[in-house]
């Protein structure tokens, strides 16, 4: 009799205890939803460069590049080698590395901002060429390196690049073995990185993206005096010896600090360029964002004194929703519109090769370079 109590106990002791637990996690509140997955974007297809409407272009050996004394569209790959200037080479002096850091709170220009976590923009259903997105205010910290070469006098005033999504070492080394081989001058190369972020909504993509002044108007005021006095260098004000470069919406960035501020750059290149409807906020001026490059700007202004060098890839971004994110064809329509408007340009389609492809910057950025200064003399 007594065991039985005492099973019948245990077991009335066993029936209270699941119970509480069950009745807990009944009322326990329920976890958060999971932030949406952003959707895969489907990898691009593969561009031909004889498709029709694309520019002709001269298809060249595999393996080689452009010659930097030839203007006009040309065809490379599919091999992608780096050109030994892309690499250390032994005996070659090397520039030093001043490296910086700039905090929003400091600007007056971007005092920062961020895309809401876990959010995407959406087409507007007012006008599906633009996105609705949140975002709210967020600070950030910069990061910039300043190349200075081997070969930069002090107190004298130098050549520079301003280049997009720094630092860029491959940039620093390709300087030290051209400056060394006299293949451009003894440039100082200033790498800022971004805000943080990418695309429509982040401080990235209100830098690179916006069609307007602001961006250059930010470096020359706050930038390039913080590189003069930190890192003990003189950068010259001749617009013919400042150049910018730049991948991506980087690329659209270099453009844009040129077509606004031609008299303070003269010279870009870029990889990939996002010359393609990203623009946020919406512009009522400029709907159609970099994409109105090509399709308004170059044509309907009067050439500017520009010399440009230009890369695109054959698998190339590709985004569906609208007609105004297809990377390649953008980047051809460039080279079509720089070509009626008599524009001194280079144009470059890789083949075998992806968005800001590496493989193809590290053939091709020495050549690249070496054609951006040409017909530079200091003055």
């Known amino acids: 009799m007594m065991f039985r109590h005492i099973m019948k106990t245990t077991l009335l002791h066993l029936v209270l205890v699941f119970g509480f637990a069950a009745s807990a996690v009944a009322q326990a509140p329920p976890p958060p939803p999971a ?47 780096p050109a030994p200037e892309s690499q250390v080479q032994p005996g070659v002096p090397q520039g030093a590395v ?102 429509q909504g982040s401080q990235r993509g209100l830098e690179y993206d916006t069609m307007s002044g602001k961006y250059a108007e930010f470096v020359e005021a706050e930038v390039l005096p913080l590189v ?13 010896g400042r150049a910018t470069m730049g991948g991506s919406s980087g690329g659209s960035a270099a453009l844009i600090m040129a077509w606004f501020h031609p008299e303070w750059y003269r010279r870009v290149l870029t990889y990939s360029g996002t010359y393609v409807n990203q623009q946020w906020p919406y512009d009522p001026a400029m709907p159609l964002g ?6 308004t700007l170059i044509p309907n202004t009067p050439r500017k004194p520009l010399r440009l060098w230009l890369e695109i ?29 008599d524009y001194t340009y280079q144009f470059v ?21 070496e054609y951006l200064w040409r017909g530079y003399k200091p003055r």
Request: glycine share 6%; hydrophobic share 35%; charged share 25%.
């Open 98 to 199: 001043c490296n910086l850091t700039m905090e929003s709170k400091d600007s007056k220009f971007y005092p920062g901002i961020a895309r809401e976590p876990g959010t995407f923009g959406t087409p507007d259903p007012n006008n599906p060429n633009t996105l609705i997105v949140k975002s709210y205010p967020a600070p950030y910290t910069r990061k910039v390196a300043v190349y200075v070469p081997h070969q930069y006098v002090a107190g004298t005033a130098a050549p520079f690049i301003v280049g997009a999504d720094g630092p860029d070492k491959m940039l620093f080394t390709v300087l030290d073995n051209l400056i060394a081989q006299k293949r451009v001058p003894a440039l100082i190369a200033i790498s800022i990185g971004n805000g943080s972020g990418d695309a």
């Open 349 to 369: 389609f890789a083949k075998n090769a992806g968005h800001t492809d590496r493989a193809v910057k590290a053939q091709t950025l020495p050549s690249a370079l």
């Open 228 to 240: 003069e006095k930190e890192c003990k260098v003189k950068l010259t004000k001749d617009p013919e």
């Open 290 to 295: 970099a994409w109105e490059f090509h399709k």
């Open 313 to 341: 890839s054959d698998r190339d971004n590709l985004i569906t929703r609208d007609a105004y994110h297809d990377w390649v064809l953008a980047n051809e329509r460039m080279a079509d519109v720089l070509a009626k408007k």
């Open 35 to 81: 932030a949406p997955a952003k959707p895969r974007r489907p990898p691009p297809p593969t561009r031909d460069p004889h498709t029709p409407g694309y520019v002709k272009a001269k298809e060249l050996p595999d393996g080689t590049n452009a010659p930097v004394n030839k203007n006009g569209n040309f065809i490379i790959g599919p091999t992608h080698n």
